[in-house]
Protein backbone atom coordinates (compact mmCIF):
# COMPACT_ATOMS: atom_id res chain seq x y z
CA UNK A 1 0.00 0.00 0.00
CA UNK A 2 1.57 3.41 -1.04
CA UNK A 3 1.26 6.13 1.53
CA UNK A 4 -0.32 9.32 1.29
CA UNK A 5 -0.07 12.79 3.06
CA UNK A 6 -2.24 14.03 4.93
CA UNK A 7 -3.57 17.82 5.46
CA UNK A 8 -2.34 17.79 9.06
CA UNK A 9 1.42 18.29 7.01
CA UNK A 10 3.16 21.65 8.00
CA UNK A 11 5.41 21.35 4.84
CA UNK A 12 8.73 20.86 6.90
CA UNK A 13 10.59 19.41 4.56
CA UNK A 14 11.89 16.48 6.93
CA UNK A 15 10.18 13.56 4.41
CA UNK A 16 11.44 14.38 1.59
CA UNK A 17 15.26 13.51 2.02
CA UNK A 18 14.31 10.34 3.50
CA UNK A 19 12.13 8.30 0.49
CA UNK A 20 14.49 6.19 -1.25
CA UNK A 21 12.01 6.24 -4.21
CA UNK A 22 11.94 10.29 -4.15
CA UNK A 23 8.14 9.81 -4.32
CA UNK A 24 7.64 12.61 -2.27
CA UNK A 25 7.42 16.26 -3.64
CA UNK A 26 6.17 19.75 -2.82
CA UNK A 27 2.82 20.36 -2.96
CA UNK A 28 0.66 23.44 -3.10
CA UNK A 29 0.39 23.92 0.12
CA UNK A 30 1.27 20.23 1.38
CA UNK A 31 3.89 17.48 0.49
CA UNK A 32 2.49 14.76 -1.61
CA UNK A 33 3.60 11.11 -2.27
CA UNK A 34 3.06 10.04 -5.50
CA UNK A 35 1.24 6.16 -5.20
CA UNK A 36 3.47 4.64 -8.65
CA UNK A 37 7.00 5.46 -6.97
CA UNK A 38 6.23 4.86 -3.08
CA UNK A 39 6.98 1.28 -1.92
CA UNK A 40 6.67 2.03 2.03
CA UNK A 41 10.51 1.99 2.00
CA UNK A 42 9.90 -2.03 1.33
CA UNK A 43 13.69 -3.44 0.06
CA UNK A 44 15.38 -1.09 1.58
CA UNK A 45 13.94 -0.55 5.35
CA UNK A 46 12.01 -2.62 7.64
CA UNK A 47 9.51 0.44 8.14
CA UNK A 48 8.61 3.76 5.95
CA UNK A 49 11.47 6.14 7.06
CA UNK A 50 8.82 8.92 5.89
CA UNK A 51 6.56 8.00 9.02
CA UNK A 52 9.49 7.93 11.35
CA UNK A 53 10.61 11.55 10.44
CA UNK A 54 7.13 13.52 9.96
CA UNK A 55 6.78 15.89 13.21
CA UNK A 56 2.75 15.75 12.95
CA UNK A 57 2.36 12.08 12.41
CA UNK A 58 0.31 13.50 9.02
CA UNK A 59 1.66 9.99 6.74
CA UNK A 60 -0.70 7.65 6.80
CA UNK A 61 -1.58 4.33 4.50
CA UNK A 62 -3.73 5.29 1.03
CA UNK A 63 -6.03 3.14 0.91
CA UNK A 64 -6.63 4.20 -2.59
CA UNK A 65 -3.45 2.00 -3.61
CA UNK A 66 -3.47 -1.40 -1.50
CA UNK A 67 -0.50 -3.97 -2.52
CA UNK A 68 0.87 -6.43 -0.79
CA UNK A 69 4.86 -6.60 0.44
CA UNK A 70 5.12 -8.80 -3.23
CA UNK A 71 3.62 -5.95 -4.80
CA UNK A 72 5.57 -3.34 -3.33
CA UNK A 73 8.73 -5.56 -4.33
CA UNK A 74 7.63 -5.06 -7.60
CA UNK A 75 7.46 -1.70 -8.27
CA UNK A 76 11.07 -1.54 -6.64
CA UNK A 77 12.61 -3.80 -8.78
CA UNK A 78 10.10 -1.88 -11.42
CA UNK A 79 11.24 1.98 -10.34
CA UNK A 80 15.21 0.75 -9.25
CA UNK A 81 15.88 -2.22 -12.06
CA UNK A 82 16.75 -4.42 -9.36
Sequence with gaps: MALMITEECIACDACVA??????????????VINPDLCTECVGFYDEPQCVNVCPVDSIVPDPDH?????????????????
Design 66 to 82: VESKEELLEKKKRTHGE
Design 18 to 31: ECPNEAISEGDPIY
